[in-house]
């Protein structure tokens, strides 16, 4: 035989199916209804043939394949599903099955993650939402509204932006469909925090998270700010550095001697927050005065003093200003007095600047002394105004030729008041509504001058304030705001003497007020095919109106909920929803949507714990201190709550339940008996038993010839 025999002899002519490759068709992936199936065939290596592909598996209307030859020897594919369930692809090459083929996938529902929703819970962020290296991030992930689909693989991805370095976020699972996502990088940049579902991204997502290094308010420069020149009035502008000073929040007050607090005023001291503008690590800050004097400033960095704060600043006066002149004194706000009353007002201007109090004053004055101006020295001056005739005086104040705020002072004194001739009208005068203002108007022209006062009282005698103008000479304008339902009564007093009709009695209501409407716990939940859906409605905040209730399908079918009152002033809602759908229920008040209105409420499909499935070696005889496990499979017996409950010897051993990993509807249950005896293990679905339920088991000491301790 010669060397190297047999030979082997390739003829390019041929096709050779077996050198076909297929790309794209393994298991392992998600796929989903209403996704496209991407895959490839490369038939390089396999010679000259015919391929053909064959798409089969259910389907709801026509699926949708296409394959595309690319011309150099390699074809791809696509293939949208249209029905959950096993799919199959059958690749042949010159009418001979390819390695692999016949492939089988298996395709899930269409997963829908508009409705997921992301929570950022962490709270160390600065003003301008950066985190600081070291501390967490953390976020939650609620994916309740995907109950009821089989969810794939929950997972995170990280990367910086500067860098381009990969990260990872620490996640745990909550609950069945809340996840809780931790990021705790160690180097300044932005983080890019991509969440997924299989290879689909909540929304959202990625999501950036800007991390700085910590603070460091020793490391903040102020740029300008002088001790001394600033003048009243005038902004103060200088600048704070803090390129070098990490991450933080940049905070400027200026603290000062309240001047305008009386002797009984806790309040000594004022302080005014600056206005910032922020370029990069440069910021600009602004401060306006109030009045003259010395001035603390305290810059922080993140609550802590930057070097040198606070700082101490003088302010100077630069020009007259009767703006700054004050009238004090218990007479400022009273116009109308007796013939022989003494009328007296302190003006204080020292922070008025230079300039001299100028007073001019008409009406019928008889004698210079029935009106006298003193100065008291530091730029304050009492005026007495003491008239021996009746009438209307008007006095004109002034500081270097300008008027005093609250100036002129119209001034009424009178010898005899007739309430008779008083007038009142106005619906405020008979009924308000709750938190709404009432109004009603007071003419006393003809009834002499004289203050008007008014008192609003509650059913349990609480007062609420009324508020009263004077538009013209002899008209009064008055308005309150009633707090609570009930009679109240309404007090009106001319010179201290009631007028005709007083006291007026008010009846107060409620407002028409949707907006106080609500679901009593919040929520309106889904139910079950078959069983009504229940809720409470509080409305009796919400004033006179009238409650309704619809649910409406996809289709536009209404269904009207029934309603009764109930003992406690609530309304329960009755909703006999009558087929499996998403329905839009509208809870609507006096024809007004209340808040959350329309609700979303799904209708389940009746539960089938006769479906359900029992198994495993944990349902026989075991041994004391052995632990034992079984299998609930649920996966055909629809929506309900799974029920375990043992009958045994008191404390003999307790379950613990927990999901299959990627089997969603099996529940593996595990105990750990400590307590020898008979055991009966009642299992439920929707709080109906399971077939064989229940499970009768004895735990046994295999160390006692008895079996039993």
Known sequence: EIEGSPFRLLFRGSSEPDRVLVKGLDDGKNWRVGKAVHFSVDTKQAGKGKLVVRASGPTQGAPKFDLHDNGDGTYRAAYVPSAVGEHCFQVTYSDD????????????EELDLVDVRVDEVSAVQTADGMYVVGQAAELIVDATSCTGYNLPQFSTRVSAVTSGTKSVAMT?????????????????????????FGSEAVPGSPFRLAYGTAPAPNKCQVLGLKVDGWLVTQPM???VATGDAGVGNLKVEMITPNVDAGPKSSLHFLTTEATIQREGGLHTVELRPLHPGYHNIHVTWSGQNVQGSPFRVAVLGNHPDASRCRLIGPDVKRQYFK????????????????????????????????????????????????????????????????????TPLQLFFANNVDVSRCTLDGEGLRSAKISRPAFFRVVTRGSGLAPLSASFIGPKGQPSPVEIIQPSLGIFQCAYMPLSAGSHTL???????????????????????????????????????????????????????????QAVTGDGNVINGHLSQTVNGKTMCRLNLPE????????????????????????????????????????????????????????EAGSGMLGIRVHGPKGGFKVKTSRLPNKDKQILVQYNPIETGDYDIHITWADESVPGSPFHLAVIDPHNVNGYS
């Not at 100028?358 to 730029?379: C, F, K, P, R």
Request: a negative charge; charged letters at 15%.
């Open 491 to 549: 007090e009106v007093r001319y010179g201290n003497v009631e007028v005709p009709g007083s006291p007026f009695t008010v009846n107060v209501s409620q407002p028409f007020a949707p907006e106080r409407c609500s679901i009593v716990g919040g929520r309106i939940k889904d139910s079950i095919l078959g069983k009504p859906i229940q809720f409470y409605i509080e409305s009796t905040e919400a004033g006179p109106g009238t409650l309704s209730v």
């Open 237 to 239: 502008v200088f600048h």
């Open 339 to 406: 013939v022989g009353d003494r009328y007296e007002v302190k003006v204080n201007c020292e922070r008025a600047g230079p300039g001299q109090l100028q007073v001019n004053a008409t009406g019928a004055i008889v004698d210079e002394s029935e009106l006298a101006v003193s100065d008291i020295g530091d730029g304050n001056y009492v005026l007495v105004l003491e008239p021996s005739q009746p009438g209307s005086y008007t006095i004109e104040l002034g500081w270097a030729d300008n008027p005093i705020p609250g």
């Open 580 to 635: 499996v759908d998403r329905y839009a229920t509208s809870v609507l008040y006096g024809g007004v949507h209340i808040a959350g209105s329309p609700f979303k409420v799904r209708v389940l499909p009746p539960p089938k714990p006769n479906l359900v499935m029992v198994y495993g070696g944990g349902l026989s005889n075991c041994e004391v201190g052995m632990p034992g496990e079984f299998v609930v499979d649920v996966l």
């Open 97 to 108: 099955l390819v390695p692999g083929s016949p492939f089988v996938i298996m395709v899930a």
């Open 172 to 196: 745990s699972q909550l609950s069945d469909y809340t996840y809780r996502v931790r990021l705790q990088p160690q180097e300044a940049d932005t983080y890019l925090l991509g969440i997924y």
